[in-house]
């Protein structure tokens, strides 16, 4: 527990990098404002929502995330997460639910689930983040059409259903607004880098489309204060209607933040990140978020990029980002309050494009077959269906890959027996298993030695090397056994040499050694297996009863 409270030690280096964390502090802090008001918007549950999000959210997860220089707040998967939940429930269950899974992730933490996440294969990270940019631009039809979305339609079938009958006097206006948007976010890194582009494209087009009085949709209100923090109403039936949602939304919390803080970690030099205390972080920040009236939280992967390519090396980066966030709620929502919908439905289709690159694409589906149509696979199912989901059964077709490709590799291999042959020496047979002798490849592996054992009559010693074996479960286990049975059924006898120290519990729990003739025909060396298999050929050479 100890280790998941904030040190000291956080801030080490601060003296010679406050400068530099103050500096990205404010160009993340720049960064983050259209973002957070466009992904409250696309959520339901509004701009100051986000903004809110942003500002409390991500001042806890600084304190007391992981990560020495992740940024947190709203992002597009959780946006895509909360808008069928705000469709079913209203947004007055966001910050119930927000505290739910803000309390389901701190508790991960605590227990130490934090590295659950490297158990997630690259091309289902990838798969997911696909999906999920195709999900947040299709998101962003309706207000780039200047219409609304039909409710209770999935995204694909409600971008359709704006597009097929869209009103062409008010959509060209907003189309308009949005190719101004996408022009001037390529456009401006091309003059300077150190331009940000998404703020100031917005800051640009806002100033236009008011001063040509063009009639389209803006932000409109937002508080111009923090709202005094309060626990949601507990109602118990609300909560158990809550509670599939609050689980989805604390995995999608805690799978994206640990992502993220591990992508800052390749990317910083402020060291590792500790998963479960990210997880804690995480966790209390969206409890904060939802006493606030804000919506859950993440580690957001292009803010945290942000933070790491403007020179963070300290937690103060991310600490500044929300103290800028704060300045603009309390100074700068009037003319917050002016930016036209269709201005951040552009920055959000922007950033879509951006989320996965076209060379990771290329890479994975050059890979293998099996990469490439676990990637694919996710990220239809998280377009289509459910984001969960995507992912577990995108963990479940790598699994199912990755076994199959194990169950290949394992294999019985008949040797000669070492040294100069001796008189019976074709009467023994020597078997090597190789690989995993586990519920995938265990019926294969009977079949191959017992086959084996029925198509060569002279055989009457089967000696089974099990010192390459580097995978045993009880179903091989079990199998051996049956193995072991029937040859000694059929007046065969087994020697078994080699067994590994974890696996012997294993075969003397299935009852493989009760199975052998005796129990000094489980033996460690090679050469003792050998001599005494020669000594059965022998001695039933002139006395079938063996020993």
């Known amino acids: ?195 940000p582009e998404s703020l100031t494209a917005v800051i640009l087009v806002t100033v236009v489309v008011g001063f040509i009085h063009l009639g389209v949709r803006r932000i409109g209100e937002l508080p111009s204060h923090l709202p005094a923090p309060a626990l949601p109403h507990l109602d118990v039936a609300t909560m158990k209607s809550l509670a599939g949602a609050a689980v989805a939304i604390a995995a999608l919390a805690a799978i994206e933040s640990l992502l993220s803080a591990r992508v800052a970690a390749t990317m910083s030099r402020s060291g590792p990140y500790d998963p479960d205390r990210e997880l804690t972080g995480q966790g209390l920040a969206s409890v904060a978020s939802g006493m606030f009236g804000g919506m859950p939280a993440t580690g957001a992967i292009a803010r945290t990029a942000v933070n790491v390519r403007s020179g963070a090396r300290t937690r103060v980066s991310a600490i500044v980002h929300s103290i800028f966030l704060l300045g603009v709620v309390y100074l700068a929502t009037g003319p917050v309050s002016q930016i036209p919908l269709a201005a951040l439905s552009g920055v959000l289709m922007v950033t879509c494009f951006r989320m996965v690159s076209s060379s990771t694409v290329r890479k994975i589906m050059r890979s293998t077959r099996s990469d490439a149509v676990i990637f694919v696979v996710t990220a239809v199912i998280t377009v289509c269906f459910d984001l969960i989901e995507a992912v577990q059964i995108g963990i479940v077709v790598a699994a199912f890959f990755a076994l199959r490709q194990v169950a290949k590799r394992s294999s019985v291999t008949r040797e000669e027996l070492p040294g100069p042959a001796q008189p019976g020496d074709d009467a023994i047979a020597l078997l090597r298993l190789d690989g995993a002798m586990f519920f995938v490849a265990a019926e294969r592996i009977s079949t191959a030695i017992s086959s084996g054992a029925h198509s060569d009559t002279t055989v009457r ?87």
Not at 166 to 195: C, E, F, K, N, Y
Not at 476 to 492: N, P, Q, Y
């Open 1 to 195: 527990m100890l280790r998941l409270i904030p040190t000291t030690g956080d801030y080490a280096g601060l003296r010679r990098s406050w400068k530099a964390d103050i500096i990205a502090g404010v160009t993340v802090g720049v960064v983050a404002l259209p973002l957070a008001l466009a992904f409250g918007i696309s959520s339901g549950v509004g701009a100051a929502a986000g903004l809110i999000t942003a500002v409390v959210a991500g001042l806890v997860a600084a304190i007391f995330g992981g990560s020495h220089v992740q940024v947190s707040g709203p992002t597009g998967a959780m946006a895509v997460i909360l808008a069928p939940i705000v469709a079913a429930h209203g947004i007055s269950s966001i910050a119930l639910v927000t505290v739910m899974a803000g309390i389901i992730v701190l508790i991960a933490g605590v227990v130490g689930l934090g590295r659950a996440v490297t158990f997630i294969p690259w091309p289902v990270i990838e798969g997911f983040t696909l999906g999920i940019a195709v999900i947040i631009f299709l998101q962003q039809v309706p207000a780039a059409f200047g219409a609304d979305a039909p409710r209770g339609e999935r995204t694909l079938p409600a971008a359709i259903h704006v597009v097929t009958h869209a009103d062409w006097s008010v959509a060209l206006q907003t189309l308009g607004i949005v190719a101004v948007i996408a022009v001037l976010m390529v456009g401006l890194p091309r003059i300077h880098r150190s331009i």
């Open 461 to 547: 010693v089967v000696i089974i090397r099990m010192s390459h074996l580097g995978m045993l479960d009880a179903t091989g286990a079990h199998t051996l056994a049956e193995i072991v049975s029937d040859l000694e059924g059929r007046g065969i006898t087994v020697i078994i040499k080699g067994v590994q120290d974890d696996h012997l519990k294993l075969l003397e729990g299935v009852g493989v050694i009760d199975e052998l003739r005796h129990e000094n025909h489980l033996m460690t060396n090679l050469d003792d297996a050998i001599t005494h298999a020669r000594e059965h050929v022998s001695n039933e050479s002139v006395s079938p009863a063996g020993c």
